[in-house]
Each structure stands twice: as C-alpha cells, then as structure tokens.
C-alpha cells in the first residue's frame, strides 16, 4: 500500500467512527436524551450492565471492530503530526515502527480483555 | 535531512500551534488535531480503566468510583466535547477533501472570491451544529 492509500483509510475510518463513536457516546453518557426516545436504560456503567454487554455477542464484535478502527485513525493521525517534522528518513521508520507496536500491543490487549470479559 | 544547516523557514514544533496571518480554518485545524491528540491518548487510558471489569463487581465500582468527584464529570465532558468538534469538523474536511461544497468553478471577475471564501457558508454551517451538538450534550451531562 501507497501513502495515499493509507490516507484514504484516514478518512473511511474517520467517516465510520463518527457512527461507531457516536453510539458509544449516546449509550454510555446521554440517558437523558435516550429516555426521551422511551430507550431510557440508565446506568451504563455499572457492573451489571457493562457484564452485559460484554456478554453480548453483537456488543462484543462492536468493541472489537470499534477498537481496531480507532486505533488506526488515532496512530495514523499522531504519526502525521509527528511526521509533519520532517524527520530524517531513518527517525520516520523509527516513529511508524513504534506506533505500529503500540497499536498492536493496544489492540491485543483490548481484544484480550473484550475476550476474557465474553467468555469467562 | 538537516546535514548540519539551519533549514531557511523551518518552524518544528513551533510550527504545530503558529497560524500566523491565515484565517480562521487555520486554527480550526490547529484544534482538529489538539482534539484528535487528546482522543487517542484518551483512548489508551480508557483501554486500561475499563479493563478493570475481568477483577469483579467490587474492583470495578471501586474504580468507577474514583471517577464520581465532580473534576471527572468536567473531564468527561471535555472528551465528549472533543468527540463532537473533531467528529463534525472532520466530518466537513472529508467532505471538502473529496472535492464536495466546494463551489462550481467561475471566471476570475473582479471583485475576486477566494475558495476559501467560498467555502464559509459550510464551515459556519458546521460550526453552528458542532454548538447545537455541544449544548444538548451538556445538558444531558448536568441534569
């Protein structure tokens, strides 16, 4: 894959994540808003409900898929940040190498622990 | 890259937060990335916060917790803030980059227009839902 084509995922991701995201916002944080639409849940974040949705097997593809992208567009976007240095060639292989191992290493973890939380 | 010369105009780090004399989108773009930093470091901690749900109910509501003091509760909504402004606005340079509300190509007749100008209307457009979005969404964190 070419520059460009990296930057186009840049931007399919970031498209996919404002729906990803904005879901994940609505469902933890908005109750208000969700119990005007009568979806009033409440409490996202207490044990019970968050053990139910790890439990959940939609919720669990989710969490996977929503890290993966978010971490792509995240790295990719801090690399060109730090890329927009002009670096030498050898400092920007080191910068793209460090941030592929810390987004490998986020994302096993993150994938670990959606695991553990599904199966155990 | 530098082979020991000083490179005539470079700004380094500097260059990350000086908008000099450009317009407003400058800065726009300036805090696109501010906000898009702050997620992704945000996202790291948040990865090893919530992984505390594998040691049980107790170490969870223990840690959730922490996060009742009200400084959380304005921490929180700054990442939502965040999420808004770097979704919507991102939102508008996708649109833009792919050659949409860009407006049709017209002679240059004096008095000239600008693209720049041209594509104001969308952006204030995007400004006013990035404040509608923000508004709604502190009134459901404060009531």
């Given at each position: 894959?070419?520059?460009?084509?990296?930057?186009?995922?840049?931007?399919?991701?970031?498209?996919?994540?404002?729906?990803?995201?904005?879901?994940?916002?609505?469902?933890?944080?908005?109750?208000?808003?969700?119990?005007?639409?009568?979806?009033?849940?409440?409490?996202?974040?207490?044990?019970?409900?968050?053990?139910?949705?790890?439990?959940?097997?939609?919720?669990t593809w989710f969490y996977i898929i929503f890290?993966?992208?978010?971490?792509?567009h995240g790295l990719y976007g801090l690399r060109t940040i730090i890329l927009e240095l002009t670096l030498s060639r050898t400092a920007s292989t080191v910068v793209t190498v460090l941030l592929v191992i810390v987004g490998i290493a986020a994302f096993s973890f993150g994938t670990y622990v959606t695991w553990q939380a599904y199966a155990g | 890259m530098a082979e020991g010369r000083k490179r005539e105009n470079y700004l380094g780090i500097k260059g990350w937060v000086r908008a000099g004399r450009y317009?407003?989108?400058?800065?726009?773009?300036?805090?696109?990335?501010?906000?898009?930093?702050g997620l992704i470091i945000y996202?790291?901690?948040?990865?090893?916060?919530?992984?505390?749900?594998?040691?049980?109910?107790?170490?969870?509501?223990?840690?959730?917790?922490?996060?009742?003091?009200?400084?959380?509760?304005?921490?929180?909504?700054?990442?939502?803030?965040?999420?808004?402004?770097?979704?919507?606005?991102?939102?508008?340079?996708?649109?833009?980059?792919?050659?949409?509300?860009?407006?049709?190509?017209?002679?240059?007749?004096?008095?000239?227009?600008?693209s720049l100008q041209r594509q104001r209307p969308f952006m204030w457009a995007i400004g006013v839902l990035i404040i509608v979005f923000l508004v709604v969404s502190l009134y459901d964190f404060l009531v």
């Open positions: 894959m070419r520059e460009a084509h990296f930057w186009l995922l840049q931007l399919v991701t970031g498209l996919v994540l404002i729906v990803l995201l904005g879901l994940h916002m609505i469902v933890i944080h908005l109750e208000t808003i969700l119990g005007f639409l009568g979806l009033g849940a409440g409490g996202a974040v207490a044990y019970a409900s968050v053990m139910e949705r790890a439990a959940s097997s939609p919720w890290l993966a992208l978010a971490l792509y | 317009g407003l989108e400058r800065y726009l773009y300036f805090l696109q990335r501010l906000t898009g930093f996202l790291l901690i948040h990865l090893y916060e919530t992984s505390f749900r594998l040691r049980g109910e107790v170490t969870w509501e223990g840690v959730m917790g922490l996060f009742d003091q009200p400084v959380f509760a304005v921490l929180e909504y700054v990442v939502m803030a965040a999420f808004i402004f770097h979704a919507l606005n991102g939102l508008r340079l996708v649109i833009e980059e792919l050659g949409f509300a860009l407006g049709k190509p017209r002679r240059p007749v004096y008095p000239y227009e600008t």
